[in-house]
């Protein structure tokens, strides 16, 4: 009885398998839903019944060694430019595409395609943007430009880790700032004579958790990173206190509740405050713990984040409301006339108070320079009769403005600066490894 028992439940689980099997073939066929696919079983004797087809040519593609399934073949892969159609190009089951958009772009919608032309399109990804490829068209720029001097000899050159993207902290001239992996600014700066230990590791770290966590950011206490960038000595994450490391944000001591954080040896009355929030991050985290709250029930409030803190808790440079931005200093307080209606998104979008901030600054060691109504500085600069142009952080990129481009000194340098950050569509992956240039 129990063999009897055994075979019929072996033959149950047998008969079960094969109908469900049937029914994920038959899924797979018909239904309109997504499937979820069950990895490729790739033994070490799969490849040896695969018969490879023979790469005769590539022009204008690059071979990928075992891009196929299981790694079995090599593959030639089409790089597709800027513009060229990229729909349609889905990489087969365990192996890659076989074309894909170069290096710097990424395949977006086309918002003017027509009804029956491809809608999707090789497009610039700015996000993509590695540091060795700023590097190198920088460089270059510079050793076309040897002889005319148009770009400054001490041209900005960004400072690379080892797999091609941008280190945490950059220096240019005069200061140094913290930037994301993609080379974009991030909070975090500090005048370059007293950069010496800056590591932007909190502003890194916060940054990504800002993005990660969206929904729940500034809910309640949560780290401070220093104006430079780095952990402030003193954390505090929900109710709990504790003294850290300014380089890694690890734990020194002993861990205490808010209401003993006077007990602190970090704790200096003249630089923290009892509650640890400071003015900005109080009215912040009211309004989010609202919206945090609704959310968690499904219901969405739009317009009640007024406020915009930088990671160390303070005022944030722009401050927008209803109908206009304007630029403040790190207590809220508006700087001068610096403000736009909210009418043009371009203006609003490019806005960052960046002039307006170092016009207002107190101990600012530098000539005072021109700022746009926007905050931000203006493309031209003059001094002592002279002028030349500057980027968006102020620093200079050309030294000298010809005679003859004086009556549009600012579209002159504006030019040049969009030439200087569109090294994304000037390199492919192969350029950047084969081309060659000389280090001034």
């Keep these: 009885m129990r063999g009897t028992a055994a075979m019929a439940l ?60 299981c790694g079995c073949c090599d593959v030639c892969v089409k790089r597709l430019g800027e513009g060229e159609a990229c729909e349609g190009y889905k990489a087969p089951p365990g192996g ?42 920088r460089k270059k720029l510079l050793e076309e430009s040897h002889h005319e001097e148009v770009y400054a000899k001490d041209l900005w050159i960004p400072d690379c880790d080892e ?34 230990n800056m590591t932007c590791a909190c502003s890194r770290a916060m940054s990504i958790m800002q993005q990660q966590k969206k929904d729940s950011w500034m809910t309640k206490p949560q780290e401070h990173c220093t104006p430079s960038g780095d952990y402030d000595d003193l954390q505090c994450v929900d109710d709990l206190c504790y003294c850290a490391d300014p380089a890694t944000g690890g734990v020194i001591g002993k861990v205490t509740a808010m209401s003993f954080i006077e007990l602190l040896p970090c704790y200096d009355e003249e630089k923290h405050t009892k509650r640890y929030l400071k003015q900005c991050e109080i009215q912040l985290m009211r309004t989010r713990s609202l919206i945090h709250q ?9 317009g009640l984040d007024s406020v915009q803190c ?32 909210k009418t043009n998104t371009d203006q609003e979008r490019q806005m960052t108070c960046r002039c307006a901030r170092d016009r207002n600054s ?14 931000n500085f203006v493309p031209h600069q003059c ?8 980027d968006e952080d102020g620093d200079v990129f050309v030294d000298y403005i010809p005679i003859n481009q004086k009556v549009n000194a600012s579209g002159y340098c504006q030019q040049l600066l969009t030439k200087l950050n569109q090294a994304s569509r000037f390199f492919t992956r192969d350029e950047v490894t084969t081309y060659e240039y000389y280090d001034n």
């Design 310 to 341: 930088d990671l160390d808790g303070t005022f944030a440079p722009k401050q927008c409301q209803t109908d206009v931005c304007a630029c403040t200093d790190e207590k809220g307080v508006s700087i001068g006339s610096y403000r736009i209606e």
């Design 96 to 137: 890659i595409p076989k074309a894909e958009c170069k290096l710097g772009l990424e395949c977006k919608l086309d918002l003017e395609c027509k009804a029956d032309t491809e809608c999707k399109v090789c497009a610039i990804d700015e996000s993509e943007i590695k540091c060795d490829i700023v590097v190198k068209w």
């Design 383 to 390: 001094f002592d009769g002279q002028c030349y142009c500057v």
């Design 10 to 69: 072996n033959n149950s689980r047998w008969i079960m398998t094969l109908c469900l099997s049937f029914a994920i073939v038959l899924l797979a066929q018909e239904s309109p839903w997504p499937v979820v696919r069950v990895k490729n079983d790739c033994d070490r004797y799969f490849c040896r019944r695969i018969i490879c087809e023979p790469i005769d040519e590539c022009s204008g593609g690059e071979i990928v060694a075992h891009g196929s399934l």
């Design 163 to 196: 797999k091609g993207l941008f280190r945490a902290k950059q220096c240019k001239q005069k200061k140094c700032f913290c930037v994301n992996k993609d080379g974009k600014r991030i909070f975090g700066q500090e005048e370059r004579h007293l950069a010496a």
């Design 362 to 375: 107190l101990h600012s060691l530098y000539t005072r320079m021109s700022c746009e109504a926007t905050g």
């Design 294 to 302: 609704f959310r968690l029930k499904g219901i969405e409030i739009i």
